[in-house]
C-alpha cells in the first residue's frame, strides 16, 4: 500500500508564506484515502525530516513558490529528487525550513520518499519586516485550487498502484 505525505510549509507570520499552511488546512476538512497524511509543518524541517523518513512513498510538499509569474498562480512541479539529494556539506537548521536540507537530512534518517511533488503558489506579499498575518486576497482564492489539484494529484497517484495491482495479479 502506497503511503503519500502532504506536507504544509510556511510562515504564518509573513503573509503569502502561510500558503502551503493554509492548503493543508483546506485538505483537513476534505475526505481523502486512509494512505493520505496531511500535516502542517510550518517552519519545523526537522520535524518533516523525521515524517519523510517514517515511510512515505510520495511526498507533495505545498509552499508559497516565487517563479515570476502572476501572485496566485499555481504550480505543479516534480523536482529531480537524485539531484535534490546530493549532499554540499550544509546542515539543517532545526528551527527553519529549507526543503532541500530537510529532504537530505530525511535520506540521513534512512528514508526519503521515491517521489516528491511541490504545490506551489505565487506570493503576492510575503509581509513586512516586522511581520505580517493572513494570506492577501489573491493568494487566498489559489487556496482551494491547490487543494483540487492536490486531490486530482492524489487520486491519480493512488489510481496508478490500483492499475498496477490489477495488472500483476492475473484471474
Known amino acids: 500500500m502506497k503511503h503519500i505525505?502532504?506536507?504544509g510549509i510556511g510562515n504564518i507570520f509573513l503573509g503569502d508564506d502561510a500558503f502551503g499552511v493554509e492548503v493543508v488546512r483546506e485538505l483537513q476538512?476534505?475526505?481523502l484515502p486512509p494512505e493520505v497524511r496531511v500535516r502542517d509543518f510550518g517552519i519545523r524541517g526537522y520535524d518533516l525530516a523525521c515524517a519523510l523518513a517514517d515511510g512515505c512513498d510520495t511526498a507533495i510538499l505545498v509552499d508559497a513558490t516565487p517563479r515570476g509569474d502572476a501572485p496566485g498562480t499555481v504550480y505543479l512541479i516534480e523536482p529531480d529528487l537524485a539531484?535534490?539529494?546530493e549532499t554540499d556539506g550544509d546542515t539543517l537548521d532545526s528551527h527553519g525550513m529549507d526543503p532541500v536540507r530537510t529532504l537530505q537530512l530525511a535520506r540521513a534518517f534512512g528514508g526519503c520518499p521515491q517521489h516528491l511533488y511541490l504545490v506551489g503558489c505565487e506570493p503576492g506579499e510575503l509581509g513586512a519586516p516586522d511581520g505580517r498575518m493572513g494570506l492577501s486576497g489573491t493568494v487566498q482564492s489559489a487556496v482551494?485550487?491547490?487543494?483540487?489539484l492536490i486531490e486530482s494529484l492524489v487520486n491519480d497517484?493512488?489510481?496508478v498502484e490500483t492499475t498496477?495491482?490489477?495488472g500483476a495479479f492475473p484471474e
Open 164 to 166: 498496477s495491482a490489477v
Open 5 to 7: 505525505l502532504i506536507a
Open 29 to 31: 476538512r476534505r475526505p
Open 83 to 85: 539531484h535534490l539529494l
Open 157 to 159: 497517484l493512488l489510481q
Open 144 to 148: 482551494p485550487r491547490a487543494a483540487d
